[in-house]
């Protein structure tokens, strides 16, 4: 298996686009989470899935943000409109929800909004 | 929901010496507690773990203890060495709910 694997990268996006990063998680893995990472603030958990269903989305900041998980093997964190303050890194991160055993990192998506 | 607490959110020490980091969490629920490694541009990559039901668990210059009752735990490193440099992060998880503490960057001179 080759990993969480994100994309893109990096995003450069101006003030008011919309922006939308997407995660493929490993297969098998049954749990799927959206974290953010600034020098402030550290790693954010924004939301989660367990078998494809939000169970908590308490950290999601605002409306802006939504996230979806359409299946198993696919998710996506989209931001509409975006702002300079959520210039980030985010990262996808999935794991076998049952078993509380480690979590896999995608290499994260570098956000950076002008 | 739940609150990691994590301190110092930076270290420094000498190669060979030890490094310790701590944690703190708010929900007693919490049962796994694993630390990450989050070296430059890559995402975060578990070390070393300990369950609700352990108090110590060692993987050879990494240890890891907790205190269920004060609900703490800490990592330790022995004889760090340059590469051991990196942000580490603690986790407290109650029903697959992950939350992290802050980090901590530890810097080991040469």
């Known amino acids: 298996d080759a990993g969480v694997i994100q994309s893109p990268r990096h995003e450069v996006t101006e003030m008011g686009q919309e922006v939308t990063l997407r995660c493929k998680p490993i297969s098998g893995h049954n749990s799927l989470f959206w974290y953010r990472q600034t020098m402030m603030r550290g790693l954010e958990l924004l939301i989660y899935?367990?078998?494809?269903?939000?169970?908590?989305d308490s950290g999601m900041p605002e409306d802006r943000f939504s996230a979806k998980m359409p299946n198993a093997s696919f998710s996506t964190l989209k931001i509409q409109p975006s702002e300079p303050r959520d210039s980030a890194v985010y990262f996808c991160?999935?794991?076998?929800?049952?078993?509380?055993?480690?979590?896999?990192f995608g290499q994260g998506t570098r956000l950076t909004v002008v | 929901g739940e609150n990691v607490e994590q301190h110092p959110s930076t270290l420094s020490v000498q190669e060979g010496d030890s490094a310790v980091i701590k944690c703190t969490y708010s929900d007693s629920a919490s049962n796994y507690f694993p630390w990450y490694k989050q070296e430059l541009g890559k995402g975060p990559q578990l070390i070393i773990d300990i369950r609700s039901n352990v108090g110590e668990k060692k993987d050879q210059r990494i240890a890891v203890t907790l205190n269920k009752t004060a609900k703490h735990f800490s990592l330790h490193i022995t004889e760090t060495q340059p590469e051991d440099s990196a942000v580490y992060f603690c986790a407290a998880i109650r029903r697959n709910d992950m939350r992290f503490g802050a980090g901590t960057r530890l810097t080991v001179k040469p």
């Open positions: 899935f367990n078998n494809n269903v939000p169970i908590d």
């Open positions: 991160a999935s794991t076998l929800s049952a078993l509380n055993t480690e979590a896999f």
